[in-house]
């Protein structure tokens, strides 16, 4: 089981798991982004790549900071405060014995693709860094996939859950995900209609696009042979300006359970309409929607009740929690940045896991290079994260973080674990 180390008094101290760590440190002897004195020169030594030194490492992130998306850089401004807490502690002991210090670069792109992909060529080509990490969206992981893979450069964690990232994989393997793939969310939420509501009519609501499109078809195929059927379907576009028609619709329809997949203003909207309609359906709701501060209690009392979403991250806003190590932990990191972090922000807690699994990733990479990270990012074993309610098992093949995924129900104030893991293609 990989765990996490490091020399913060506020944080578990769990083993690390360092394999190869001997023949790393004779790697790492004379790599420091220069080159070797000529008589130490020798077969065992290599040249670090750009942003690792003997002293830091530096990685780049680029999210939206400003504009309609702006909730989102928590992801950002999270994964620089853990470092930069980790550097004011003396910094991140690698597998070589060496402490340095990681140094985090955060670019605003507005949630515009385009500014993505200028603001991953200014860290690469200006800003020297190592590796990017916790990126936001499909479309600026697809838009610079071309790029890193060029410069051999891994951009890890990015956020999104697109089935469009396995088939890049292929091509282009220097992209990974944080969000459980969408074809397995709807995998792990169809196993537990099949199971709870193994009579049901569904109805579902989606954004008219590739994506909706995809997800729509994900749950057709899924309940092929079950005896739960799809009776309605009705989608929106991302620029409507309400979504009340289309619950309307699906609420005429009979259907018991209503695969909610509306997204951000859209979501509120959809269960204020859904209780104002005296809609008695189970509501199962998409990850990106399932925040319960931010998009579920907004829609006022009641109106959330019961709604069904996948879990890979703990509830952080059940203070119930409290007592469980890893919120602890959280909860006290974001106590220490009031300014910076949320302790109830979703995306902040996606960016304290992105840390936490680039910090799993940086101290068990075996020598100095971009290839070594990506190696160590894709091989972990059983690690644990702090608010993750599962362990972390990746590998080459497969370049999404979450293999294994819990489902949740909300009881109109938090979330409550369901029974049972669901585990990727089973």
């Known amino acids: 089981m990989s765990t996490l180390r490091t020399t913060r008094p506020s944080r578990r101290l769990l083993p690390l798991f360092a394999a190869g760590a001997t023949a790393t ?203 739960v059927e799809l009776v309605a379907a009705e989608s929106y576009e991302v620029a409507s300006a309400s979504v009340d028609s289309q619950v309307t619709t699906l609420a005429s329809s009979g259907a018991d359970v209503f695969l909610n997949w509306a997204v951000g203003a859209f979501a509120t909207q959809s269960l204020k309409k859904k209780l104002e309609l005296g809609w008695d359906a189970t509501t199962v709701i998409n990850a990106p929607a399932a925040d319960a501060t931010f998009f579920l209690k907004p829609a006022g009392p009641g109106a959330a009740d019961g709604v069904v979403s996948i879990a890979y991250t703990k509830d952080i806003t059940d203070p119930s929690q409290a007592g469980d190590a890893g919120f602890d932990a959280w909860t006290e990191f974001a106590a220490a940045h009031p300014d910076e972090v949320n302790a109830l922000s979703a995306p902040a807690a996606a960016g304290y896991q992105t840390a936490q699994l680039l910090e799993a990733a940086l101290t068990q990479m075996d020598g100095c290079t971009r290839t070594a990270l990506l190696e160590a990012a894709t091989s972990f074993d059983e690690l644990e994260l702090d608010l993750a309610p599962v362990t972390v098992t990746t590998t080459p093949d497969y370049p999404f973080v979450f293999r294994e995924i819990k489902v949740q129900v909300f009881n109109g104030e938090n979330w409550d674990l369901a029974e049972g893991t669901y585990t990727v293609g089973d």
Request: with cysteine; charged share 20%; proline share 6%.
């Open 25 to 227: 440190a004779l790697v790492l002897a004379g790599c420091a982004g220069r080159e070797p004195e000529p008589e130490a020169a020798g077969p065992e030594e290599a040249q670090c790549d750009p942003g690792f030194t003997d002293t830091e490492v530096r990685i780049g992130n680029s999210i939206p900071l400003s504009g309609p998306a702006a909730a989102y850089g928590a992801i950002g401004q999270t994964l620089r405060a853990y470092f930069d807490d980790i550097n004011a502690d003396g910094g991140l002991e690698f597998a070589d014995g060496v402490t340095r210090e990681v140094t985090v670069s955060v670019l605003d792109d507005g949630y515009d693709p385009a500014k993505t992909a200028a603001n991953v060529r200014t860290l690469v080509e200006q800003e020297d860094v190592f590796a990017l990490a916790g990126v936001l969206g499909t479309g600026a992981a697809i838009s610079v996939a071309p790029y890193v893979e060029e410069a051999g450069v891994p951009n890890l964690y990015t956020g999104t859950g697109s089935d469009a990232i396995l088939g890049l994989h292929e091509t282009e393997p220097w992209t990974t995900a944080f969000m459980p793939q969408y074809g397995f969310e709807v995998q792990a939420l169809s196993e537990y209609i099949v199971e709870n509501h193994p009579d049901a009519k569904a109805a579902i609501l989606y954004q008219n696009d590739d994506f909706g499109e995809s997800i729509r078809a994900g749950f057709e195929e899924a309940f092929e042979g079950t005896g």
